[in-house]
Nanobody, 122 residues
Framework: QVQLVESGGGLVQAGGSLRLSCTGS????????MGWFRQTPGMERELVAS????????YYTDSVKGRFTISRDNAKNMVYLQMNSLQPEDTAIYYC???????????????WGQGTQVTVSS
């Protein structure tokens, strides 16, 4: 499995922006579907966005459509989540994940980062 490390989380005021980054260790990074998940206490881990191996297809959960953008740079083994117009409801730990097959289910992602905290103040 590919090793993943997230960065870019932090504290931001409502309406602000953050960009999360995820770095992969694997030279075959371009084979993976990449996803960003988030989790809050008492809630199931939720897929926020995902992107196909070459970046040609993306998925967003309804609550972030129009506000978040997922992208990747395979030459750098990087995937990003640009988060604009952040709301307090976006507060969560955000996880980068990788899958070798198309999926939206957390259990089907075989590689996970340790998570980065995003806190949006009201």
């Amino acid at each position: 499995q590919v090793q993943l490390v997230e960065s870019g989380g932090g504290l931001v005021q409502a309406g602000g922006s953050l960009r999360l980054s995820c770095t992969g260790s694997e030279r075959t990074f371009s084979r993976y579907v990449m996803g960003w998940f988030r989790q809050t206490p008492g809630m199931e881990r939720e897929l926020v966005a995902s992107i196909s191996p070459l970046g040609g297809s993306t998925y967003y959960t309804d609550s972030v459509k129009g506000r978040f953008t997922i992208s990747r740079d395979n030459a750098k083994n990087m995937v990003y989540l640009q988060m604009n117009s952040l709301q307090p409801e976006d507060t969560a730990i955000y996880y980068c994940a990788a899958s070798l097959s198309p999926t939206t289910l957390a259990r089907n992602f075989g590689s996970w980062g340790q998570g980065t905290q995003v806190t949006v103040s009201s």
